[in-house]
């Protein structure tokens, strides 16, 4: 029995097929953040299939014809509060309503989630004094005890984070599930397949390593923080796991 279980999961995993979309306009990034979805997700490139709003600024919902869930990934080149400047923002909230509205699968990280906060009616504020960067200690709330990708993390566990927006509240549709003393770090929207995280379950402490050296200039100029940063960095296994977990527990067996 438990055989034949498993056998119709994998296949069926075999059939997802996942529309990632990239906020990313350096190709070192493109690759490292598009290798780390696949790798954390357990499926395979081919099963992928990449929206980069640098190069399609301009979309509908018509993209996610043809696929199971979205991933959002992160962004380091843009700002959900400068539409003007950067066209795909109007875009990709419309992306996100359109699969909230059809209750499409979302796994969305960092600008993902600022970006979902937009899309339900919040708010997004900017702070370049008190801002995260490195592997925060990320605190579960009690509602996280029944969520299914939640149910089994740890009350508090290291995840990368890097921002200087963040939400300062929810909307009144989110379900918090996990925060810091800075602000909320994950939720889900009530009654939906939608998840949002502001830290990163996507980056493991290595990959946020090469990283912060690559974007160095954009998160701070002093080297002595960003060394410390970079040498008290934890790694991320719980926080990484909720990706696999979501394609398990959400895509598969959901």
Known sequence: MNHTKNTGKAARASTLRILLMQIRDSDQVKKEEFASFVAYSGLTESQFTVLNVFDTPHFTGDVMHGHDCLFVGGASEASVMEPDKYPFVASSIALLQYCLSRDIPVFASCF????????????????????????????????????????????EFAAV??????????????????????????????????????????????????????????????????????????????????????????????
């Open 112 to 155: 993902g989630f600022q970006l979902a906060v937009l899309a339900l009616g919040g708010r997004i504020v900017r702070d370049k004094k008190d801002y995260e960067m490195g592997t925060p200690k990320i605190q579960l709330t009690s509602a996280a005890k029944q969520d299914v990708l939640f149910r089994d993390t740890p009350h």
């Open 161 to 254: 984070s890097v921002h200087q927006e963040r939400a300062p509240e929810l909307p009144a549709t989110c379900e918090l599930l996990a925060e810091t003393a800075a602000c909320p770090h994950a939720f889900k929207v009530q009654e939906k397949r939608f998840w949002a995280f502001q830290f990163h379950p996507e980056v493991d402490r290595r990959t946020l390593v090469e990283r912060l050296t690559y974007y160095k200039d954009k998160y701070t100029d002093d080297d002595g923080h960003l060394q410390a940063v970079l040498e008290n960095a934890l790694e991320t296994p719980e926080s990484n796991g909720l990706v696999r977990k979501f394609v398990e527990r959400v895509l598969i067996s959901g």
